[in-house]
């Protein structure tokens, strides 16, 4: 269903009223679907419009689906939509970076034009998903920005799609691997629609026979199983066949596991070199595009990186897919973030409320958090590539109340997933003394600014701090440290033969000193660098055209920190 769609941003919110879903949207715009809308169009008003805007197509099913199960599929819908299938409403969906899809096989008309229509809102609150926050400003307006560090970008982000299956059908299917000496094992477990019999087939690489299985649940046996390996991401692919329908899921054997201060990919200790990107470029916005997809992970490759963060949402689908086909590692995160009052610097008099605190983030933002994680699973537990599961990025994990706002988050994940570990990455306002939930998580994750927000400027200051607050992490924890965030902006183009702040010089140098501490400790198990490329923010002024830690500019140009990284990942 990709492709240009009608367009009405609804600046007086009339849709409702006016029932824009029955007939043609209201004037004359076209807008591209996958993409945010907010760049698209030369208009200030559109780019920070906050509340509704309404999509509309047409879809004519051919006759053949006639008799077949027809679902129309959004991959991801920023951030709650309403989807009418001519004048019935088919689906309500909250959340903009996971999928959701609606059976309308009793809505549309095979060989007929139907109409669709998606109004999408983009309010945010503490229990939206992403959070966020509204004020009314003195100029009447309503401003609004995500709690954390990226431009709220809005739109159908992601592919949208009509597929037919037959009526009883494969609903869904988990898989999970395990090793046996150098046996691979197999768990699986399908969900049918109906009571007929289920089989499946594993087949190589090559496609050829290696194992089969009748029943719904079952395990497989591969031996001398071909692992699936950081950098080498070999992939069986499992065949269900139910009655008509049959699908496939590709199939990577592998064993993670966080044993004391060591992260262990097939029992074998796995070092981290790789960063936290955003799903963010010029015109498009967040709108998935396979192009830039496959050059950014190429970009990636290039630079000796192993492992990416979705920060700070769950990927599409298509990149996680690619990351298991090549063995790139992922730290999988939900869109929980940022749920923290005392890291919100907008414009405000007084102290900033409690983050738990009766204005803060209550048990609905809660248990929109607690969804979130499931939702993340479900969508993404049969992905070999993904590692660990991130619940949160710096939440106030020194406040009151931390402890029972994340604990449920961590028992939900636990309980659907107990083959991964779980991280949430750390904010330099809790050091060890203050952290209330680190013992909750199998890793310490720590998000370290030495020498930008702290220390900026002082180098051998920030290499003595982090040196010393590594030192008081791995006093107390017995586990893994990951340097998840680090890192400097510059101004691409700007040099200086001293390194001083804002220019390439300095974000390579403070990169580096990172890199040499991480090396140099006993404890830590990578580092991930912020971030690949430069992407939007609100409006700061700290923000010049944006948050300007990339390696890569926004239109993926190196900067120096890049080829500095990349002789430094490359060579070791
Ligand atoms: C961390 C956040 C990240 C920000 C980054 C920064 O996790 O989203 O963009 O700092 O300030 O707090 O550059």
């Not at 990172?514 to 002024?541: C, I, K, N, P, Y």
Request: aromatic content about 10%; glycine content about 8%.
């Amino acid at each position: 269903m990709d492709g240009v769609w009608r367009f009405a941003a609804d600046y007086s919110a009339a849709g409702h009223a006016e029932r824009w879903w029955s007939a043609e949207l209201p004037g004359t715009v076209d807008m591209p679907v996958p993409a945010s809308y907010n760049d698209l169009l030369p208009d200030e008003r559109l780019r920070d419009h906050v509340g509704l805007v309404w999509y509309q197509t047409h879809a004519r099913p051919p006759r053949s689906w006639e008799g077949r199960r027809i679902v129309l599929r959004f991959d991801g819908a920023a951030h709650d939509a309403t989807v009418w299938v001519g004048d019935t409403i088919a689906a309500r969906h909250t959340g903009g970076f996971l999928p959701f899809e609606v059976d309308v096989t009793d809505l549309l008309a095979c060989g007929e034009r139907n109409r669709i229509t998606v109004a999408l809102s983009n309010e945010l609150s503490f229990s939206s998903m992403p959070p966020g926050r509204s004020h009314r400003t003195p100029a009447g307006t309503v401003s609004q920005a995500l709690t954390a560090d990226y431009f709220n970008y809005t739109g159908l982000h992601r592919h949208v799609w009509l597929y037919a299956t037959p009526a009883d059908h494969i609903e869904d299917v988990a898989v999970r691997t395990r090793l046996d000496g150098s046996t691979g094992l197999i768990d699986y477990d399908v969900t049918i629609s109906g009571s007929a019999e289920v089989s499946v087939r594993l087949r190589d690489a090559q496609g050829g026979h290696v194992s089969s299985a009748v029943g719904a649940a079952s395990t497989l046996e591969v031996p001398e199983a071909h692992l699936w390996e950081p950098g080498a991401g070999y992939l069986y692919r499992l065949e269900v066949e139910y009655g008509q329908d049959i699908y496939e899921v590709p199939v990577g054997i592998r064993t993670i596991e966080v044993d004391g201060r060591r992260f262990l990919i097939n029992g074998k200790p796995f070092t981290f070199k790789g960063v936290g990107r955003h799903e963010d470029s010029p015109i498009r916005g967040r709108g998935h595009d396979d192009a830039l997809m496959v050059h950014d992970f190429a970009l990636l490759d290039w630079l000796g990186a192993n492992s990416l963060r979705t920060t700070h949402y769950p990927y599409p689908e298509e990149a996680l897919d690619y990351a298991d086909r090549h063995g790139v590692v992922v730290i999988d995160e939900t869109a929980a973030g940022m749920v923290n009052l005392a890291m919100d610097f907008g414009p405000r008099t007084g102290p900033p409320p409690e983050t738990f605190g009766p204005e803060g983030f209550g048990a609905e933002a809660r248990d929109a958090c607690v969804r979130a994680a499931r939702e993340l699973i479900e969508r993404d537990r049969n992905h070999p590539s993904v590692v660990m599961w991130c619940l949160s990025n710096e939440p106030d994990s020194a406040a009151d109340g931390a402890r029972e706002f994340l604990a449920p988050i961590v028992a939900e994940a636990r309980a659907l997933d107990p083959t991964r570990p779980v991280c949430f990455t750390n904010v330099f306002l809790a050091p060890p003394e203050r952290d209330r939930i680190t013992d909750l998580f199998d890793m310490v994750c720590l998000n370290r600014y030495q020498g930008w927000y702290v220390n900026g400027g002082d180098l051998a200051s920030a290499e003595l701090e982090l040196r010393a607050e590594l030192d008081r992490w791995a006093e107390r924890y017995d586990k893994p440290i990951l340097i998840t965030e680090c890192g400097a902006d510059s101004l691409a183009g700007l040099h200086e033969t001293a390194p001083t702040m804002w220019t390439e010089e300095y974000q390579s140098a403070v990169i580096a000193m990172v890199a040499r501490v991480a090396e140099q400790h006993d404890a830590v198990a990578g580092q991930h660098v912020w971030s690949f490329a430069d992407f939007l923010t609100r409006q700061e002024v700290i923000r010049p055209g944006g948050n300007l830690k990339g390696l890569f500019t926004r239109d993926r140009k190196p900067k120096a920190a890049a080829f500095d990284l990349r002789r430094r990942w490359i060579e070791s």
